[in-house]
């Protein structure tokens, strides 16, 4: 009774170079990638790695974007207070 579902078939489909060029091109547009990431990530009819790939993605890009917030906003409360100091 070993039946395979169709998750577990997916998972065993090999994504061709030709697909990761055209994947990552269409990261390259604005606004396009944000909308593929997203619906990449969550189609159940997606391979396993492609869908793996766009979660981590996601991930990764929130978390650069949390970092870059951090570092301005540091960044701006140093300079105030430098400029304070010096006032």
Do not use: R
Not at 1 to 28: C, G, H, P, R, Y
Not at 32 to 49: G, H
Not at 58 to 75: A, E, K, R
């Amino acid at each position: 009774m070993n039946q395979l579902t169709t998750q577990d078939s997916q998972a065993e489909v090999a994504i061709s170079v030709k697909e990761w060029i055209i994947m990552l091109l269409i990261f390259a547009i604005p606004l396009v990638n944000i909308i593929m990431m997203f619906v990449w990530a969550f189609d159940k009819n997606i391979p396993t790695s492609k869908s793996n790939f766009c979660k981590a993605y996601i991930i990764f890009t929130f978390l650069m974007f949390c970092f870059t917030l951090l570092l301005v906003f540091s960044l701006g409360l140093y300079a105030t207070i430098i400029q304070a100091i010096h006032s």
